[in-house]
C-alpha cells in the first residue's frame, strides 16, 4: 500500500516529462515547418521576369527561311533567331552574328562571324551552317522569302537552277569567313538589308539529314528548339499565342525577361488589356491600337502613350490580272474619300500617299501629286472603258485591324458610290493571304513591313515575282526595278527610283489608302523596351521590367 502511494507521484512526474518533451517535439516540428514554408514563400518570391505584347493578326509561321512575308511572323522569328546584322529605329546597321561585314568593290562582300556565336544547344554557329541555309533555301524545290536574286549563281527570282547544287557566289574562306559575290556592283544597302538583315539561319547539325521537298512540314519548323536568338521555342498555339522563354547559352548578353508572351486577340481586347496590365505593349504593325482609341488610352494611369512618325501605310493590292486596264484602277483611286478617312476616322493623325513609301523615307517621291477625291472623274473613267456594271469586284478584308477594316468600310461605300457592285469578304489574316496567294481577290488591303533598301518595296511588281499578289506584268517597271537594284550611284538611285514611282503612280497596280502615325503604348512597369516601326527588338536582351 505505501509502495503504491510512493509510485503515484513518480509516474505523475514521468508523465508530465513525456508531455513536456512531447509539447517541445511539437513546437519543434512547427518551428521546422514555418521554417520550411518561410524558405518556400522565399524561393517564390524570385519572380519570373514576364512581358507579354499584345497583336490583332496572328503568325502564320515559324519558319525563319520563310515568313511569307507575314508581319506577325516576323516577332517571334526574331526573337527566336538572329540575323548577321540588325537594325535600329534610325535605319542604322548594327553587327549581330557577323564581328565585320566589308567590300572594297561592292561586288564581293566578306563577312567575318563573331568568334562565340552558338546556338542555344552550344552547338557553334559557323559557315557550314550559313552555305548549309543558304543551298537548302535557294534550292528551286523550297519555299524561302529570301530575296537574293543578287547574287552570283542564282536566277532572277533568287533561286539555284535545276539540279545544280552549289552558289557559285558564295565561297567559304574558313569557319568563321565566307565571301558573298553579286552579279555587278551593288549598293551596300542592298546587300545589308536583303542579306545581312532579312536572312536568318537553319542548324546544319539538326536539319543535315532533311529532304528538301519534305523541308515545309518538318517538325522543327513546328517547334523550333535550336536556335540562335536571344529567347527559345516554349509553345505555340496558332491563333492564339507564342510563348519563349530566355537562351542562357545567348551569345550575346543573357536577356534580363524571363519570359515573353506574344498575344493574339482583338483590338478592343488589347485595349482593355492594356489598361488591366494583363498585356504590357502593343506591337508595330500587328498590334496596332487605333487611334479613334487615343483619348482612351491617354487617360490610363498605368501606361505611357507616344506616337511614332507616318508609318509604311494601308494599302490596296489590285489582281491586275482581273483588272488589266489601268484606267479603272485609276478610277477607284479617284473614287476613294481619303480625306475623310484621314479626318474623321484617323483624327488627323494620318498621310494621304499613294505609293507604299513612308513619306519619311529618303527614297520618298515628294514631287507625286496624291490621286485627289473626284467620284466624277472616276465613274468618266469607268464609261471610257466601256466597264460592264453588272459585275461583281470581290474584295477580301483582314480582320482584326478595327481602323483598317473601318476604312475599307468606306473603301466600299465610295466604290458602291461610283456604280461598283462589290463583295465583301473578310478573314482573318493567315487565310486571306492564302486566298490573294491564289488569286481569289479582285482587290485586297493589307500594310506591308517598312524597308531601309528602297528595292525592296519593288519586287513585288517584278514580271516574275512567284510570291506576289498583284501579278503584275510591265516591261518598263522590270527594266528601272533591276537598274535600280544594280546601279551605285546614289544620286542616280534616286533618278530611277523617282521614275519608277511616277511609271507605279500612273499604273496604279497597288494604291494606298492612309498612312497613319501609330500609337506606341507600353505599361509604366516596363523599364526598358518599346514597340518600334523598325527596329523593335534589336536589343531585346536588355529589356527589363519592374518587378513586385
Sequence with gaps: MRKSVWLQPFILLMILLLLLSACSKSESADVGAQNKTSNDRASETIVKKTITIGIVN????????????????????????????????????????????????????????????????????????????????????????????????????????????????????????????????????????????????????????????????????????????????????????????????????????DRIFIKVLPAPNLVAQLQTGEIQMNSLPVGLVPITEYDKVKSFENVNVTSAPASEPAELFFNTEKLPDKKVRQAIAYALNRPLIVNQLLKGQAEIIDGGIPSSHPYFNKSIKPYDFNPEKAKQLLQETGWDFKRTLTFLIPVGNKVREQAADIVVQNLEAIGLNIDVQKFDFPTLIDKVEKGEHDITIFTRDYYIEPSLYFTTYRSKDPDSVIRYHHPLVDELIQKGEQEIDETKRHEIYNRLQEVLHDEVPTLAVYSEKRLQVV?????????????????VNQWDVVTK
Design 58 to 257: 496572328a503568325p502564320v509561321t515559324l519558319n525563319q527561311i520563310n515568313t511569307q512575308d507575314n508581319s506577325a511572323s516576323l516577332a517571334p522569328i526574331s526573337l527566336l533567331n538572329d540575323s548577321l546584322l540588325d537594325v535600329t529605329d534610325t535605319a542604322q546597321f548594327i553587327p549581330k552574328l557577323a564581328e565585320s561585314i566589308k567590300t572594297k568593290d561592292k561586288q564581293t562582300y566578306r563577312i567575318t562571324l563573331k568568334p562565340n556565336a552558338k546556338w542555344n544547344d552550344g552547338t557553334p554557329f559557323t559557315t557550314a551552317d550559313v552555305a548549309f541555309t543558304l543551298k537548302l533555301a535557294l534550292n528551286p524545290k523550297v519555299d524561302t522569302s529570301f530575296k537574293l536574286s543578287f547574287i552570283e549563281g542564282l536566277n532572277e527570282i533568287g533561286k539555284l537552277e535545276e539540279k545544280t547544287a552549289d552558289i557559285s557566289g558564295l565561297k567559304i574562306i574558313d569557319s568563321s569567313t565566307f565571301e558573298i559575290k553579286a552579279k555587278t556592283p551593288i549598293d551596300p544597302l542592298v546587300f545589308n538589308e536583303r542579306f545581312g538583315v532579312k536572312v536568318n539561319y537553319l542548324p546544319a547539325h539538326i536539319l543535315k539529314n532533311v529532304d528538301p521537298e519534305q523541308l515545309s512540314t518538318h517538325e522543327y519548323f513546328q517547334k523550333p528548339t535550336v536556335t540562335i536568338g536571344p529567347y527559345r521555342f516554349t509553345s505555340y498555339q496558332k491563333g492564339q499565342y507564342v510563348e519563349l522563354s530566355k537562351n542562357e547559352n545567348y551569345y550575346l548578353d543573357a536577356p534580363k525577361i
Design 523 to 539: 505599361s509604366k512597369a516596363v523599364l526598358t523596351g518599346k514597340p518600334l516601326n523598325l527596329g523593335t527588338f534589336n536589343q
